[in-house]
């Protein structure tokens, strides 16, 4: 009897150093917000307005090294590594994949602000001066500027580091992982616990906010389909608790499942709602129109990336509360939508991942910002008179008042509910992944359970700010969080640049020069030599029992061929040339020099290895002339370096006798080899 009840108790995976203080912290706030409302946010809103203003130029320049970073990476010779091993395959279908990291990174957002972005920016007193055509344009240029290839580069950043250092490194899935080349085993410790506590309350604050707009504005469209009365807050308890519980089901499903076939349910209907609008709208004006602000975007790209507003005083509020706010609001997401998204990308290699990512779903995005946004501009200037204009302030009856003025508006009404809700509930779902997979440490033994709690805590905390009016004061603290985070992904940035460039020579590398003439006669002397680390005395030894004696017979035979050779060897430094003069060419230079060679900490620690007092070791390396690269030749013997020096003043007197190369052989080349 208590044997079954001991197998049948439920194990939790949580990490107390990760989950307790994040849920202190996180509940903290949320009853902060939900007690004062209006004092914490008029506190939060002067450290965001001091940030914003003052240090909008650093999220200016990060996201640029974002973009840049990754383009590089993208046709750089990394691009061919594969987030796993080398022959790994990608656990999903690329329209999965796609579908699934595209809910995950905009979701609710795409639905909330398809009408009501471009129609804040037609109407905003910041271009009021402007031509109507002339804000039309800009409407759409700068709601590509926001939904475009920035917000993704700064998702695609978190989402490799992360993917890059799980799946090929074989760290747990954490953006601890992401600074292991800096950290080393310092990641296991309270550096790497802070890190994931940033990234859970981050997380858990960027759902609950965007999830509490979702619920309003899913609220606004049952009324306006009359299925619901009003918006009171009675219904929007029942929303959230029907969605939540569906998210919940979907969650325990797993990625594979309840994720991906939603996901995949979405995008269908997406392309379906699409397709509705373009036409029957204004469908020969929005194909133009899409056209014209994809080329207004790509030649106004620079400009748009580097500009701080700073000669144009009017536009700066704007600039500050759309910018500015939608850079914070990317990087407060990152690390939600960079864990799910290297949850799902294993196999894939860092070139296709980075193309998916920042081509696709921006390209998308501006379809559907072209379409949707474009219409209700079009519908406001020839057909409403200005009544879409009026509405900008009321965002969340925006989408289904533009619907209105289109055929068949009821239907296409009730498929944008549709779309929000399914949008809602892989957002919910993602993010109750993500959480348990932060707080657990990446377990895969973690209960059902967690992802209720999760789940549970989401929908309380959603519905208690939504009522109190705390939903904005949280909003605001998740954007003043991005400043310091987007700092912190720089460093994630040179962490990947560093562990890419040892994974890319690691893989390269080839065998050693010194081992080419290698044959069986010394292959116990060489493995001796192998199994033992040099010091500078046993460098010395090897120059003057091998070097030089080498150096000495080749001299003795150049001079019966009537060539003299100079040999000079300086002990004190341990150096040793062979150097032959020439009046018009360049010296044949053949030389040998200790280096010093740093040993990594894990070689000093085996047991199994050779024995090594330090991290310092020597070794003796050849040099040239012509600088180019030389190389160790420790396991030479005598007859192999003589070998080697002919076969160097070979390929020397080739490279001389042809005409080509006179410009590299001048004798004005020449310096002294000391």
Known sequence: MNSSKQTSKIRF??????????????????????????????????????????????????????????????????????????????????????????????????????????????????????????????????????????????????????????????????????????????IKGKWGDLIDIFALCSTFFGITTTLGFGVVQINSGLETLKILPETGFIYQVIIVVVLVSVAVFSATSGVNKGVKILSNINVVIVIILLLFVLFLGPTVYLIGSFTYGLGNYINNFFDLTFNTHVYEEKTLPWFYNWT??????????????????????????????????????????????????????????????????????????????????????????????????????????????????????????????????????????????????????????????????????????VSLMKALVIDYRYYEKDLSVSTVPWSGEFWKDRLKTIVSFKTKKAVKIFMEENVLPAFNELKEEFAVNGIDVEIRYVPDTLKVNLEIHHDIVNNFVYGVKSQKRIVSEYMVADDNLPDLDNKVTYFPKTYFGDSREGYDVQYFTKNELISDVLKHYDRFLKIIAEESNEIFISSDNNYNQT
């Open 13 to 186: 995976t949580f990490d107390k150093g990760v989950t307790i203080p994040s849920l202190i912290f996180i509940v903290g706030v949320c009853i902060f917000s939900i007690l004062f409302p209006v004092r914490v946010k008029s506190v939060l809103d002067v450290i965001k307005n001091f940030i914003f203003i003052n240090l909008n130029w650093v999220y200016v320049w990060c996201v640029t090294i974002f973009v840049i970073f990754l383009v590089f990476l993208m046709f750089s010779k990394y691009g061919k590594i594969r987030l796993g091993t080398n022959d790994s395959k990608p656990e999903h279908s690329f329209f999965s994949w796609i579908s699934m990291l595209f809910a995950a990174g905009m979701g609710i957002g795409l639905m909330y602000f398809s009408v009501a972005e471009p129609m804040q920016h037609y109407s905003t007193d910041a271009f009021s001066e402007s031509h109507l055509i002339s804000r039309a344009k800009n409407a759409q240029l700068y709601t590509f500027f926001h939904w475009g290839i920035h917000a993704w580069a700064i998702y695609g950043l978190v989402g490799l580091c992360l993917a890059y250092f799980t799946y090929r490194y074989r760290l747990p899935l954490s953006l601890r992982s992401c600074l292991y080349p800096l950290l080393k085993d310092r």
């Open 324 to 493: 500015i706010l939608y850079w914070a609001w990317w990087i407060s997401w990152s690390p939600f939508v960079g864990l799910f998204i290297a949850k799902i990308s294993k196999g894939r290699s860092i070139r296709e991942f980075i193309a998916a990512v920042l081509i696709i779903p921006t390209l998308f995005n501006f379809i559907w910002m072209s379409v949707f946004g474009n219409s209700a501009i079009w519908i406001d200037f020839n057909v409403a008179d200005g009544a879409l204009s009026a509405l900008v302030s009321d965002p969340d009856a925006l989408m289904f008042r533009f619907l209105e003025y289109l055929p068949l508006s009821h239907i296409l009404s009730f498929v944008v509910i549709s779309v929000i809700i399914i949008f809602f509930v892989t957002s919910a779902d993602s993010g109750m992944l993500v959480m348990d997979s932060i707080s657990s440490k990446n377990s895969s033994k973690s209960p059902k359970i967690q992802m209720v709690f999760w789940g549970i805590l989401l929908a309380t905390l959603a519905l208690m700010l939504l009522n109190a009016g705390g939903l904005e004061a949280l909003q605001t603290m998740t954007l003043i969080t991005a400043l310091p985070f987007a700092v912190i992904m720089i460093l994630f940035a």
